[in-house]
């Protein structure tokens, strides 16, 4: 066997904790003990220098390439392999400008429309018909992933405890089915803000087709342009949009809501969250979300205390995220002849790469999904149960 594959091999042994076989230029090699969970076949080695580097980023880009084939069940295999990323190495320093972006305006709108903009038409292939992009709700074992997302909304318009003619804030609001709901079903009036060129094209849309331009407002904004934007509302959601923020931003982002809060209003943040602060996943940041880092629960709690932001419900939703993924991944593989007509095959193992392993990671608990719900200040109006 190569020097170069044996050290490869030397340093995927470390993985040992589920059993799978790697085959490498016609040799089979067992890591760990038992019967081979799953099968990963090598059409290159990969170097060593790379894996040390950063082994999520190494392992990831020779899965684009091609260099690497997981036999079976793509999931299971990551489900089995990223249980183990307490083992992944990774050289923060040299990848410094990778992990570590800059939190400028024009950086940031750079790095949402790389990923929200690819193409309204992709996402429709294996998005449901709400266009909903963030965790479902599944209530029942037979949910569809649309009712699952319908599900979402209705919960959290629910403990955002809405009355008519209320004004809501929809920070990072998609392509506004969130606003659209709420409009409709407790008749608020409502403004949602993206960065995204595409997401505010398609909700501008759905306002005049839904006849709701009297009650919602698309907005191309940033939310550091909130306090000067001459409104305030009774209630903000935010869904999936915190991540995008930065960590040095974490603290402006919500003094910007508390600014365009009104005193007793309800915040309702609903992300991706981690039990300890990290600086992101290599390949994550080069090729799905760049910039994007996930908040700590206890780092988010902590800052909002400083804002006189009082929380009165936490939720963790994270195996929902596994399912919902799971269900975008389902209707991504269903839809290949679609999309090989707009993407290579790179991009193609990219994404189906991107949303495995996503639900892998949720499925382990490496990453979670908290909604947090906060009062701007006492509120003693609201209902005293939780359940209201």
Request: glycine share 8%; hydrophobic share 40%; aromatic share 12%.
């Amino acid at each position: 066997m190569k020097l170069e594959d044996n050290l490869m091999i030397q340093f995927l042994k470390k993985f040992d904790e589920n059993p799978f076989l790697i085959k490498i230029n016609g040799k089979e090699v067992l890591v760990g003990e038992g019967k081979p969970a799953f099968v990963v076949r090598f059409n290159k080695s990969l170097d060593i220098k790379e894996l040390r580097r950063s082994t999520s980023l190494a392992l990831g880009e020779a899965y684009m390439r091609g260099d690497i084939e997981v036999e079976g069940d793509l999931f299971q295999a990551l489900d089995q392999l990223l249980g183990q990323m307490g083992k992944f190495s990774l050289d923060k320093t040299a990848l410094k400008k990778l992990i570590f972006t800059s939190n400028s305006k024009k950086n940031q709108k750079d790095e949402v429309s790389s990923h929200y903009d690819i193409d309204n038409d992709f996402y429709r292939l294996w998005l449901d018909d709400t266009l909903s992009y963030s965790c479902g709700y599944f209530k029942n074992p037979d949910d569809t992933l649309y009712d699952a997302q319908v599900n979402k909304v209705d919960y959290i318009l629910e403990k955002l405890y809405l009355k008519e003619g209320m004004s809501l804030l929809d920070i990072g609001c998609g392509w506004g089915f969130l606003l659209i709901e709420a409009a409709k079903k407790y008749g608020i009036n409502g403004v949602g803000i993206t960065l995204s060129l595409e997401q505010h094209k398609k909700f501008s849309e759905r306002i005049a087709e839904e006849g709701l331009e009297g009650q919602l407002t698309a907005e191309l904004m940033d939310y550091r342009d909130l306090p000067k934007y001459g409104k305030t509302f009774d209630r903000i959601v935010s869904v999936g949009m915190v991540e995008h923020v930065g960590r040095d931003n974490y603290d402006l982002f919500l003094s910007c809501a508390d600014k365009v809060l009104n005193p007793k209003g309800l915040f309702l943040l609903h992300y991706i969250s981690a039990l300890e602060e990290h600086p992101g996943d290599p390949w994550i940041k080069k090729y799905i979300f760049p910039g994007g880092m996930i908040p700590s629960l206890r780092e988010m709690i902590s800052l909002a205390a400083s804002h006189r932001f009082y929380v009165i419900d936490v939720e963790s939703l994270r195996r929902h995220y596994t399912k919902t993924l799971l269900c975008w991944d389902k209707g991504f593989r269903e839809h290949l002849d679609e999309v090989r007509e707009m993407f290579d095959d790179e991009f193609i193992r990219m994404w189906d790469l991107y949303l495995c392993s996503c639900a892998a990671t949720f499925h382990n608990g490496i990453i979670d999904l908290s909604q947090i719900l906060m009062t701007k200040g006492v509120n003693n109006d609201l209902p005293m149960t939780r359940w209201y």
